[in-house]
C-alpha cells in the first residue's frame, strides 16, 4: 500500500540538510510519495526505512533491466492504464528473432539491419532495442556460437535467450557474462532449474504460461521462491487473444495490485502470422496496449519506421514538450555577415525552421529561446516570449561577438512586438520574417544586411 508524504516524513532524518537538492525534509517526502523522487536520494536515511518506504513506493508493473553498457534496456515500472493520466514509463522494447535453424546469410542480414536502421526523429534516435536468439534445433554448441556472434556484432543489442533446454540455456547465459540476458521461458515442465538457471546468473527470467490461469500460478511459485524480476508471456498467439491478455494483466496489476501479474509483458507477434506488414500491424496493436517487448521475425525500414513512430507518440511524457536547449546554432557554417534569426525552443519548432534554413542553403545563426516547450504564439500569449526576454537572451548570447551587422530577424507572428523589441534592442534593427517555416529558404535567399 502507498505511503503518505507525512507517513515518509516520520521515516526521514528531518535534517532539512538539501543534500538531496530539495530544500526540506518535507517537500522531499511529498515527492517520494508522488513517485517524483526516488528514497535513495536521502543519504542520511536509514536502510530499514529505505527498503520499508522503497517496497511501498514501488510501481505494481516491476522495472526489468537488461543487458548492460550501450546494451542496456529497461521494461516495466509502469504505474497507470492510461498515458493521459500520468505517463508511461518506458518503451516496448523492440525485438528481431535469430535462429540456430535459419541460414547464415539471412541471420548475418538481420544483425546488419538491426545495426544500420536507426531513425532520427525531433531529436530522438530511434532503433530497435533487442536481439532475439533462439535455440532452433537444439544443438546447445550452436545455440552459443549464435549468441556469440550476436554479442560481437550487436553490441548496442540486448539479448533474448529462447531454449526450453536448460543445460543449452546456461551454456548460451554464460556467454553473455555481464550482458544480462532475458532467459525465455520457464514453464511448467521446467520452472524450478530454469529459476535455479536464472538465480545463479543474475538475469532476468520469462514466465511462458499456458493460459492466464496457468501463468498466475507459474509468476506464484516463482515469486515465492524468491524471485523478482520476472517478464511474463500469457501464451496467447492470436492478436485478439494477446491484447485481451493484455489488458487483463495491466489491469489486475494497476487497479486490485495483483502482484502475480505485476511484471512487464512480452509478445510474439513473429508467432501470430506469416505476413510481414501483418506481424506489424499486430505489433503496432500491441505495443499501444502494454506490451513490454514485441519480438519480430525480421525487421524492414517500412516495417520498423512507423512501429518506433508510435513508440515515440506513446511514450513521451504528455505533461512535458519536446524541447532544445536555449542556445545560439550554427547552420551551414554561418559567418560574420550571415542572417540571424530567433525561434521558441519547442522541438518541432526547432527541427522545422533549423530544416528550411538548411534547405535555403544560407549560412544562418539561429538562436533558440527557452520558452518550456511553448510555440511561438502560446509561448507568446503565456508571456515567455515577450520583447524583454528576447532581448535579454541576445544581449547575453554572445551573438554580438559573432556578427558584424545588429539585424535579427524574428517570426511573423511576432510583428506586433517589434516596437518593443527596437525598444529593448535599440542597437539591433528588427525585421519581420516569414509567418511559415515553409517561406524561409526564398525569404533568406534575398535578405541583406540592414545598413
Known sequence: ???????????LPKKNCGECEIPTCLAFAMKVAAGQAAIDACPYVSEEAKQTIGEASAPPIRTVKLGSGDGAFTIGG????????????HPTGIAVRVSTSEEQAAVDARIKRFNDLEFERVGVMMRANL???KDGNGDGAAFADLTRKVLEQAPRASLILMSDNVANMKTAAAVCGD??????????????PMGELARETGCPLAVKG??????VDLSGRLVESGHKDLVLDTGARTMRAAFEDSVVTRRAAIKEKFKPFGFPTITFPCEMTDDGMMEAMIASVLMAKYAGIVVLSDIQGEILFPLLLEQLNIFTDPQRPMVVAEDIYPISGPGEDSPVLITCNFSLTYFIVSGEIEGSKVPS???????EGLSVLTAWAAGKFGADLIAQFVNKSGITDKVRHRELIIPGYLATIKGELEEELSEWTITIGPREAGHLPAFLKEWKPAK
Not at 500500500?1 to 521515516?11: E, H, N, P, Y
Not at 509502469?78 to 514509463?89: A, S, W
Open 131 to 133: 536481439i532475439a536468439v
Open 210 to 215: 499456458k493460459n492466464l490461469d496457468n501463468l
Open 365 to 371: 545563426w539561429l538562436l533558440i529561446k527557452d520558452t
Open 179 to 192: 550482458r544480462k540476458p532475458l532467459l525465455y521461458a520457464a514453464d511448467d515442465g521446467n520452472w524450478q
Open 1 to 11: 500500500m502507498a505511503l503518505t508524504g507525512i507517513q515518509i516524513l516520520k521515516m
Open 78 to 89: 509502469e504505474t497507470c492504464l492510461f498515458r493521459h493520466e500520468k505517463r508511461f514509463e
